[in-house]
C-alpha cells in the first residue's frame, strides 16, 4: 500500500518549492537536499550551518494501490494528474514529482505538465533507470533545457531533471535550477507572467493541496476497481 504526500515549502530566498510522491519516506531526502544545496544562499551568518525552510507544510492521502504495469497511462488517472497539478503547480517555482506517480512501471506522469508550465523548472525522480548504474556518471541528469517560451528573446530555460531517489541528487538538481535562473537573469531572461500569470498565483492552501491528492487517489481506486470487476473469473 501507498500513500500520496504533497509537501509545499518556501526556501530562504522566496522561491516556492514543491514536492509530491507516493513514497512518504523521501520527504526527508527532499528536505536533506535542500538544506545542503541552500547552506550558502539563506543570508545566515553561520554559512556552515544548513539551511532551513522559511515555511512549509505537508498533506498525506489514505492509503492506496499502485496501478499495475501497462503500456501508458490510462487517460482517466492522466486526466485526473493533470488536474490535480493545475491546482497544486500555482506559485511553484521549482517541482519535484514522482517520474511515475501512482502507478507500476517507468511511465511519465508529467510530460504535458511540463509543457503547459514552462515558468516551472522541474525535477523528475525515482528515474535509477534513466540515469543508470555508471558510478563514472552524476547521479541526476540534465535531459532537457530549452526556451521557456516562444514569444521574445529565447534567453530563459527551463530545466527538466531525471534523477534517483537521493538526497545529493535532490542537492545537485536545486543547485543547478538556482545557478541557471541566476545567470538567466543577469541577461535578461525573466520569468514572463505576462504569458504564463499562474505563477504569480497564489499558492495552493494546506487543505485545498490534501483535497487535491485525495481526488488523485480516489481516481486510481476507481480504475482499479473497474479492472478488477473486468477481469475474467479463474
Known sequence: MRKLLFRSCVASDGRRF????????????????????YKDRDSSSTPE?????????????DEFVLLPESEQVP?????AFDIM????????????????????GDLP???????QHKSTDFVLFSCADIVGKDPAVQPYMVSYAAP????????????????KTDP?????????????????NLMGGHIRTDLEPY?????VTENVAKLAISQFVESIKNLAATKALAAPAT
Open 85 to 104: 497539478m493545475s491546482s497544486l503547480i500555482k506559485g511553484i517555482d521549482v517541482m519535484f514529482c514522482d517520474y511515475n506517480l501512482g502507478i507500476e
Open 148 to 163: 521557456r517560451y516562444a514569444q521574445g528573446s529565447k534567453i530563459s530555460q527551463q530545466h527538466r531533471i531525471y534523477c
Open 49 to 61: 550551518l544548513l539551511a532551513h525552510w522559511k515555511s512549509g507544510f505537508t498533506v498525506m492521502s
Open 109 to 115: 506522469m508529467c510530460n504535458q505538465m511540463m509543457e
Open 199 to 203: 505563477v504569480l498565483e497564489a499558492p
Open 18 to 37: 514543491a514536492f509530491l510522491t507516493d513514497q512518504p519516506e523521501v520527504e526527508e531526502a527532499f528536505d536533506n537536499g535542500y538544506k545542503v544545496a
Open 75 to 79: 487517460e482517466g488517472v492522466s486526466k
Open 168 to 184: 545529493f541528487a535532490f542537492t545537485q538538481a536545486i543547485n543547478a535550477i538556482v545557478v541557471q535562473r541566476q545567470k538567466d
